[in-house]
């Protein structure tokens, strides 16, 4: 509206520019004096009667005036000011547009994030429950990607600023702190997505290395048992079952560790309870025969593995708990922002 009234505005001034110019041209254009008998006081017509004209000679005298025409050098000078007036307008209108749109953008894409960041919350809850329990194995872990907020690096910060200046009535320097304000809450939120990942990742490695040397360990042991065997069958000159030690470490063999030797789908937890605290008990007895100790040396190195995922797997539950306090923290950080905003 306010720029249709400008253009309105600028076509009269030129109508009536243009109006002062024809008529300053009128009053620099040529007189008409006529000699002895006819006088003129206007300068743009003159007017002669029939009757005058007869038997008379008429001598017509051109002057012309000397006034100045001051009006036809400011008219382009003014026009051009107001050409210039214009477009700064319509440029303002333009950034307050952009400036608008920017600023509500802003504020839609911090609506949206309220949402995710307590669903994650609610993920992070489902897996720490499901990751807590004594049993080996890794349960799925969700990730809402929208906490990334790659979209944020997408809007331009100098125009939020002003929207923020221009909707809050904020001054610059306040403008710029809640800015910063804003800022930092988005980097919070992706630093604490991003922390997930990692800590997730480095529980898969440091679990998948322990995993690792258990098996190797376990095959070592079963290697170590079967030479034990050969040593005691030498010894009684027979089968050494005949052997109490022998019969005792067999059975535990034969129990817990042959049916899963295909697969390798061990428990660590039923390994520690139902196989390693017994086998211990068993060497304990046999302490003084030498043969044994080497089955006892790699039996301890198994368990270090076992207490390794452990760890892990305590350690994973630290850093979630943390991360849930974190965006719990966040959503309270986020509801202070919005309403500021609004």
Not at 169 to 190: E, G, L, N, P, T
Not at 198 to 209: H, I, P, V
Request: charged residues 30%; neutral net charge; glycine residues 4%.
């Amino acid at each position: 509206m306010t720029s249709k009234i400008l253009t309105i505005f600028f076509l009269l001034a030129s109508t009536i520019a243009f109006s002062q110019t024809d008529k300053a041209k009128k009053d620099s254009a040529t007189k008409l004096v006529l000699a002895d008998t006819v006088k003129a006081n206007k300068s743009d017509t003159i007017y002669i009667t029939k009757d005058r004209l007869v038997d008379k000679e008429l001598r017509i005298v051109l002057e012309e005036t000397n006034r100045p025409d001051y009006f036809k050098y400011i008219l382009p000078i003014l026009t051009l000011l107001l050409g210039i007036g214009i477009n700064k307008y319509l440029d303002y209108l333009k950034d307050r547009k952009q400036i608008k749109k920017t600023g509500e953008r802003w504020k839609a894409e911090l609506t949206s994030l309220e949402m995710p960041i307590t669903k994650q919350i609610q993920y992070l809850e489902d897996f720490l429950a499901e990751h807590n329990k004594e049993v080996f194995g890794v349960p799925k872990l969700s990730i809402v990607t929208s906490l990334d907020c790659e979209v944020f690096s997408s809007l331009g910060k100098t125009d939020f600023i002003k929207f923020i200046q221009s909707s809050l009535s904020k001054d610059y320097k306040d403008s710029v702190i809640f800015s910063s304000k804003v800022s930092s809450f988005i980097s919070i939120v992706k630093s604490n997505t991003e922390n997930v990942r990692l800590k997730f990742n480095e529980y898969l490695d440091g679990t998948s290395s322990h995993t690792t040397k258990l098996s190797l360990g376990l095959q070592e042991l079963l290697i170590e048992f079967a030479d034990f065997g050969v040593k005691i069958e030498k010894e009684v000159n027979g089968d050494p079952i005949q052997h109490p030690g022998y019969a005792g470490l067999l059975e535990l063999f034969d129990n817990e560790i042959a049916p899963k030797l295909q697969t390798g789908d061990y428990d660590i937890y039923e390994l520690e309870k139902k196989f390693f605290l017994p086998l211990f008990n068993l060497l304990g007895h046999m302490r003084l025969d030498d043969r044994t100790k080497k089955m006892a040396d790699i039996a301890s190195g198994c368990m270090s593995s076992i207490k390794g995922i452990k760890m892990e797997k305590k350690y994973l539950s630290e850093n979630i708990t943390t991360l849930i306090s974190h965006y719990k923290d966040d959503v309270k950080d986020l509801n202070e922002i919005l309403t500021e905003l609004n």
